[in-house]
């Protein structure tokens, strides 16, 4: 309330239509009460006014700040897709770069491998050229001895041939001069008693037997040498081989009865047969050994060809069991087709066992299969000796074949750590996401800073 002349009065509004009813006073006012109603109208006019303006002024203002904003965000958006090419390009770069990299780490190591593979064929090369010349030699003694064996049986038979017809002339001569000494005998008993009868003097028992003996003696060397002549007359008459070998081994029989320095001196030959005989017995020994050498490297290298891998027998142990774990489901899929049939569970399961190929393993199967070759603790102890104890073993004590395992499983080694330092960097994720991420921040304050000068200029035309 306000006092107008010492009286309360109500405020007036311009907005309010004014009324002499209601303000009395302010009409009947000596100074101011002619120019009241009048100046109330103009002000009335001037508020009427005054929102249009404050519109105009306001539309103004906005369509310049709605023309900023539109230029600002043209420009923002210029540099996003500016900013955005570049980290396309740059991380395209990175990439290839990467890239170009693993593919030049990957030619290094290949390259490596492959001069080491080179040097290891050379040396199984030179190797096997040794082998191979050491077993032409041995084809070629071996060749020789049994050749040298089999003419060597081939005379050990013919000199025991000889000797069986030696022996049999013997025991044909020795017959011969029995009887002949039999018959001697007898006729010098009958011309003694005759001789006795004849002379009438009385002789002993021993002079007879004497005379006997020397009679016997003469008849024996007359024989011997008519027998001598004529074995050298047949010699030279007979053509016959039979008859020349009977005179000569007679010869030879009487000869060697003689002593045994005329019977050394006569056949020098025992010697040289004595020395062939040791020969051929050294010889058929040392062909044993060959034999047995080329028995036990026969075997070795059929075990060496036949051995399995430890890593492949732990696999067919894994097929096999999985083999039997097929063949229990499909007897117990089929038994109720197998109703009335004589078969048992366990035969009709082996027979499905032996019958498995691995063709009619599934997919989950051979899933399986991978899960139990990978989770048994046999191969995991065979990649723990791999990753930890390959320098354990001495390579000098390894065998050819060992050997070789050795350095293809160092190969593996080596390749499937290269693969997995390769995949987990091929792409280099990290590295372009640190750089992406870095390359955001940067944008996003970039953006910040625009945002915060358009908000600065909002701010300066509202205030203008």
């Not at 005179?247 to 030959?269: G, K, V």
């Not at 026969?298 to 060809?305: G, I, P, S």
């Amino acid at each position: 309330m306000e006092q107008f002349n010492g009286k309360p009065q109500d405020n007036i509004l311009i907005t309010q239509p004014l009324t002499k009813q209601k303000y009395p006073a302010l009409f009947h006012d000596e100074r101011f009460g002619k120019d009241f109603e009048s100046n109330y109208s103009k002000l009335q006019e001037i508020m009427d006014n005054l929102q249009g303006k404050v519109e105009q002024i306001v539309k103004s203002q906005e369509d310049d700040f709605m023309k900023a904003y539109k230029d600002q965000m043209n420009e923002l958006q210029v540099d996003l897709k500016a900013m955005k090419r570049k980290i396309d390009e740059e991380s395209l770069k990175q990439k290839a770069d990467e890239k170009k990299r693993i593919l030049e780490e990957e030619r290094d190591y290949f390259r490596q491998e492959a001069l080491r593979l080179d040097n290891l064929n050379k040396e199984q090369l030179r190797t096997i050229e040794e082998l191979k010349f050491k077993l032409k030699i041995t084809i070629e003694e071996k060749n020789y001895y049994e050749g040298f064996v089999i003419d060597s049986k081939k005379e050990n038979k013919a000199l025991k041939f000889e000797l069986l017809q030696l022996y049999k002339q013997k025991m044909e001569d020795q017959k011969a001069i029995n009887r002949i000494q039999q018959q001697q005998q007898s006729q010098q008993i009958t011309k003694l008693n005759s001789k006795k009868q004849s002379d009438n003097r009385p002789q002993t028992q021993e002079g007879i037997r004497s005379e006997a003996n020397l009679l016997i003696k003469d008849d024996f060397n007359s024989e011997f040498l008519r027998r001598e002549q004529s074995s050298k007359g047949g010699f030279r008459s007979q053509l016959s081989t039979k008859n020349n070998d009977q005179a000569s081994t007679q010869y030879d029989f009487f000869r060697r009865e003689i002593s045994t320095q005329q019977q050394s001196r006569f056949h020098p030959e025992n010697q040289m047969i004595e020395e062939r005989n040791n020969q051929i017995a050294e010889l058929k020994q040392l062909l044993q050994k060959e034999k047995f050498l080329c028995q036990q490297l026969k075997c070795e290298l059929q075990r060496q060809n036949s051995q399995r891998g430890e890593l492949e027998v732990i696999l067919l142990d894994c097929v096999n069991q999985l083999k039997k774990d097929i063949a229990s489901r499909q007897t117990v899929q089929k038994q109720p087709f197998l109703g009335n049939t004589n078969k048992t569970p366990k035969v009709a399961e082996q027979i499905a066992f032996e019958d498995i190929d691995y063709r009619q393993f599934t997919h989950q199967d051979k899933k399986q299969l991978l899960k139990k070759f990978l989770s048994s603790e046999q191969f995991l102890d065979q990649i723990y000796q791999l990753t930890f104890n390959s320098q354990m073993a001495s390579t000098s004590q390894l065998k050819l074949n060992e050997k070789w395992k050795q350095d293809a499983n160092d190969a593996t080694k080596k390749f499937n750590n290269f693969k997995i330092y390769k995949f987990r960097n091929i792409t280099s994720q990290p590295i372009v996401k640190q750089v992406i991420s870095k390359q955001e921040q940067n944008i996003l304050s970039d953006l910040q800073e625009k945002v915060d000068q358009g908000q600065e200029l909002v701010d300066q035309i509202v205030q203008n």
